[in-house]
């Protein structure tokens, strides 16, 4: 198999709640993209592989990052969930579930632990490894050890990162989350290992208000979280910047395996849920340059998955830029953005906050 990109797709069609931003329209608005733009398997066979029927992940790869309390819990209330149609789990940021929640969660972590796979065992083979994409819901950057929060249910990045290390050896982990908002459950469970290190670029200010600066791990960890909040304003500039000055020189000085990719389409400057100015020709970048950084670091080894995004239009567009970067295509951002509406960025803000970063973590 010589594929360039292998994905998994996975709408979980039954976890859904009416007017929902995080709803079950995300995944089949991507697919629609990627058939419309002739990037699907149908298109591209040779080049663009989907995964199916993937093992839904097990208890105990979940019991890897969550408490058995949780993953029993949650269980258990499938059977209400089930007689009332719809129950919300959480207080903090509204994550609700249906009676297949469980289910559908399971089969989103598979995913990643799926791909995962593929991807080492075509680079065993002394293959460039395909980039890998876990299209699926619920997401999962902010699921906390002990529960679900602001709309994910179990951390499908984290599994995948203990998997790679238990079952692969693949020891240093680098997971990298562009999303919008701060991955604070992926930030908790790996708080205190030294050997995955968490980068973080989010919006200041925003949900769920975690991700300072100052947050740089615990213990034996310590140094292998790195928090970039950064002004709302910021774009393409400011990512392309904090790219070159941030995530290479951490990545290159901690040797990763393996990168793993919280991708959130959410930063994008239509998506109406926080107000950064990402565009498509944003997320080219980065799918780009990430590669790029695998290919230099770790082999090729990488994985992306799915995170926030809400405006079904930007989040396909960008997934699909995402692919056309993976394949080194040409970007079809000039095509779908509007750069009229976009401002000025907070430039000397982000300078700022760079230096503090570089201060903090000695780059």
Not at 36 to 54: A, G, M, T
Not at 99 to 121: C, K, M, N, P, Y
Not at 203 to 220: A, F, V
């Amino acid at each position: 198999m010589h594929a360039r990109i292998l994905y998994c797709a996975a709408p979980a069609m039954g976890h859904n709640q009416e007017s929902h931003p995080e709803c079950n329209a995300r995944v089949p608005a991507i697919m629609d993209a990627l058939e419309k733009l002739e990037l699907s398997p149908k298109y591209r066979s040779s080049d663009v592989v989907e995964i199916q029927d993937w093992r839904p992940a097990s208890l105990d790869n979940i019991a890897n990052v969550h408490s058995k309390a949780y993953v029993n819990g949650l269980e258990k209330v499938m059977h209400r969930a089930s007689q009332e149609g719809l129950i919300v789990i959480d207080g903090s940021g509204p994550t609700y579930a249906t009676a297949t929640t469980f289910q559908e969660s399971l089969l989103a972590a598979g995913a990643g632990i799926s791909l995962v796979d593929s991807v080492v065992a075509a680079s065993k083979l002394g293959q460039r490894p395909p980039m890998g994409f876990s299209i699926v819901r619920p997401p999962g950057h902010h699921a906390i050890p002990r529960g679900p929060m602001g709309f994910c249910v179990f951390g499908n990045i984290a599994v995948a990162a203990r998997h790679a290390q238990q079952a692969h050896g693949l020891k240093k982990v680098l997971i990298i989350d562009f999303d919008v908002h701060h991955g604070n459950g992926t930030s908790d469970i790996f708080y205190d290992d030294p050997d995955v290190l968490f980068i973080s670029t989010h919006q200041d200010g925003s949900y769920p208000g975690t991700g300072k600066m100052e947050e740089i791990g615990h213990g034996s960890g310590e140094g292998t979280t790195l928090n970039l909040p950064i002004p709302g304003g910021s774009g393409d500039t400011a990512m392309r910047t904090i790219f070159d000055e941030i995530i290479v020189p951490s990545a290159q000085r901690f040797r990763p395996d393996i990168i793993l990719v919280s991708a959130g389409y959410d930063a994008h400057v239509l998506d109406h849920l926080a107000s950064l100015q990402f565009t498509t020709s944003t997320y080219y970048m980065l799918a780009s340059n990430i590669k790029q950084l695998a290919e230099d670091l770790c082999g090729g080894r990488c994985v992306f998955f799915l995170e926030g995004g809400y405006n079904l239009n930007s989040l396909s567009y960008s997934v699909a830029d995402t692919f056309f970067a993976f394949l080194g295509e040409p970007s079809i951002a000039s095509k779908v953005d509007n750069p009229a509406i976009l401002y000025e960025e907070p430039m000397t803000k982000v300078r700022n906050a760079i230096q503090r970063v570089k201060h903090i973590h000695s780059l």
